[in-house]
């Protein structure tokens, strides 16, 4: 009983596809459709990225429209392939119940194993009413300048 065991967990390792721990698939790769019940948020404060043994991870600081907004993530944006800009939009889950529209800090992390590292030069974060930038190539904040449009949700990327 204990071989099968060891033979089915690693069999199970051998089939899933190698991404450090609590990393998520690099969006673009992804078939999976925006979720079409999570809202941009309402700005953008900071935008920081990092590069750790292959792993791009990118932390933002935002506002949400109300509190009690989950699920925060990045979803990507669409855009020229070439120009080595990858833009997100932040985007959370409402509250079932929003008893008062009072603008929330929030803060998300988001960690990428499989990030095309060498194509990768600028990450660009947008909200409803800003965008913020960083240059991973320059390690600093930047400006804006895709032209990356949102993806509707429900759309395939």
């Known amino acids: 009983m ?8 690693a069999m199970a390792m051998l089939t899933t596809p190698l ?11 992804s078939k ?15 935008v ?5 043994d292959s792993l791009l991870t990118i932390s933002v600081k935002a506002v949400a429209p109300a509190p009690g907004y989950s699920e925060l993530t990045l979803t990507p944006r669409l855009g020229d392939p070439d120009d080595r800009i ?27 194993a499989d990030a095309p590292l060498s194509n990768l030069d ?18 600093k904040p930047t400006g804006c300048v895709s032209k990356a ?3 509707k949700p429900g ?3």
């Open 155 to 157: 759309a395939l990327p």
């Open 32 to 46: 999976a459709p925006v979720d079409p019940a999570l809202a941009t948020l309402s700005h953008v404060d900071n």
């Open 19 to 29: 991404l450090a721990a609590g990393a998520d698939p690099w969006p673009w790769k």
């Open 86 to 112: 990858f833009a997100f939009d932040a985007r959370g889950r409402a509250p079932q119940e929003i008893t008062s529209q009072v603008l929330t800090p929030v803060s998300l992390a988001m960690s990428y």
């Open 2 to 9: 204990h071989r099968f065991l060891i033979a089915s967990i």
């Open 149 to 151: 449009m949102p993806q």
């Open 122 to 139: 600028r990450i660009e974060v947008y909200a409803n009413d800003n965008c913020m930038a960083y240059s991973v190539k320059d390690k």
């Open 48 to 52: 920081t990225a990092a590069i750790d």
